[in-house]
């Protein structure tokens, strides 16, 4: 039988799932309890389950298929490319001309002089990267104890154990004994839960200002970088007070310390320009890139290197690290094809200024119900805080997540795909979203607010 399109009865795809299928970030046997979910295809913005169930999906996967499912323009740049060259790799003084067709193009669409790319395969591993070689950067220069990397709590960096030290997720942390040596947590620029009294601005200042401390504390002799991301995603889509950025780019440049962005979210789009950097007005070192470098059609990522860090790291002699799928062809055909498209078809253009201010107009309603603390959004990227007592930014009484939980799965009774972190909603949709997807949205996201306010009461 063709598993793919002629599948077998869903209870029987889930059983095998259950029994042969270790899930990332899923309880195994609830998992087993109640069954996958089996997505079978995709057009657009829209999964189709094996029930013939259509989901609108406002989370673009994980955060990626950023031009939308269905374009065939990349399965045949793929299939092409497989045709010509499946695979040769970029140790050893060795190219191919995908490689080289994408960091060109990487080069011109990245803001600033962070002219070249180190490939990898996930954000995950472009983090990894970075780790080796801001060290290694540093110890080239003579300064083999700046090693210490600044990051922040509830920050999202990936899940390989070097990247999940750089996230401050304590569940994550709490498997496998991480982080790794060498790692320093400081607070993150929530003002909503833990702002207090502050104004916004206050508290993105206070925020930013402990980025400097933490430098005094640690040295500056032993800090090598600073990484975040332009807005916290898997956080819970934190968009940080408008002074944050600013302080924390002069607090690294005042203190000889680089800044990584990781932009695996923000880039190619999604905040309404091609990057969060620009969004911001962060000048970074290093570039982390993923998820929507390819739409996620292709695993593919890497690490965008300044041309001073690059140029100290050419004349290092070798950089030991690599990955067999380094700038693998494939991925970078298909990554290229999709950067074509986001072009030529002005999809980033038309997210700043079309479809992300209507998203901006029709998402900040939600405020007005009164289960809605904050409504932020920023282009194709927004979250609600819900709170039982919204005037004083109040938790609820039950576990952190209850509600969101609940509140998630009354999305997909809705069939709407929409994501909780706690009791904060969140979307990531695909860029190319309507103004008419965009109130199919709002109706089905204001409805599942509403139920759960109501089995929450
Ligand atoms: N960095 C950020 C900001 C992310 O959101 C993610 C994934 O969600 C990663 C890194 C890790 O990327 P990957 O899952 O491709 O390894």
Redesign the pocket.
């Known amino acids: 039988m063709n598993m793919i399109t002629n599948h077998p009865p869903t209870k029987e795809l889930q059983e095998l799932d259950a029994a042969h299928h270790m899930h990332p970030f899923t309880a195994g046997a609830e998992l087993a309890a109640k069954g996958a979910r089996v997505i079978t295809s995709a057009k657009g913005v829209t999964l189709t389950d094996s029930e013939g169930v259509e989901l609108m999906d406002a989370m673009a996967g ?2 990626c298929v950023n031009i939308g499912y269905g374009r065939h323009e990349l399965a045949e740049a793929a299939a092409r490319q497989m045709r010509e060259l499946p695979y040769y790799n970029t140790f050893f003084q060795t190219t191919h001309v995908p490689a080289v067709a994408l960091a060109t193009k990487l080069a011109e669409l990245v803001p600033g002089d962070l002219n070249q790319v180190f490939y990898g395969c ?4 472009a ?1 990894d990267t970075n780790i080796r070689l801001v060290r290694h950067y540093w110890a080239a220069k003579g300064k083999p104890d700046k090693k210490v990397i600044i990051s922040r709590k509830n920050a ?4 390989t154990v070097a ?1 999940a030290s750089l996230g401050g997720m304590s569940a994550m942390h709490a498997q496998g004994g991480l982080p790794i040596p060498d790692i320093h947590h400081i607070d993150e620029p929530n003002w909503y839960a833990q702002g207090g009294d502050l104004s916004p601005e206050e508290f993105g200042l206070e925020r930013a200002r402990q980025l400097e401390q933490a430098i005094a504390e640690i040295g500056e002799d032993r800090v090598a970088a600073f990484i975040a ?1 332009p807005i916290q ?2 956080g819970g889509v934190i968009i940080p007070p408008e002074t944050y950025w600013p302080e924390i780019q002069r607090i690294c440049d005042a203190h000889e310390i680089l800044l990584i962005a ?1 932009e ?2 923000c880039g190619f789009g999604r905040t309404g320009n091609w990057f969060g950097c620009d969004t911001f007005n962060i000048r970074p070192d290093i570039m ?1 890139i ?2 929507g470098l390819s739409s996620g059609y292709a695993p593919i ?1 890497g690490s965008m290197v300044s041309d001073e860090v690059a140029e100290v790291i050419a004349n290092a002699g070798d950089f030991n690290h690599g990955y067999t799928y380094s700038a693998h062809p494939v991925s970078a055909a298909v990554a290229l094809e999709n950067l074509r498209i986001l072009e030529e078809e002005k999809i980033v253009d038309t997210v700043r200024d079309v479809t992300a201010p209507y998203l901006a107009e029709r998402w900040t309603e939600l405020a007005d119900h009164p289960m809605i603390g904050e409504a932020k959004v920023c282009g194709m990227v927004a979250s609600v805080a819900m709170s039982p007592d919204k005037a004083n930014r109040a938790p609820f009484q039950a576990p952190a997540g209850t509600i969101g939980l609940m509140c998630r799965d009354r999305c997909f009774e809705n069939k709407l795909v929409m994501r909780h972190v706690g009791d904060r909603m969140i979307i990531s949709p695909p860029l190319i979203l309507t103004k008419d997807d965009i109130d199919t949205l709002m109706d089905r996201a204001y409805r599942s607010i509403d139920e759960a306010y109501l089995l929450a009461k």
Not at 156 to 159: A, E, I, K, P
Request: charge should be negative.
């Open positions: 994980l955060w996930s954000g995950s591993d983090n999202y960096h990936g899940s990247a991301e995603g898997a990781d695996v979210i982390t993923a998820k990522g």
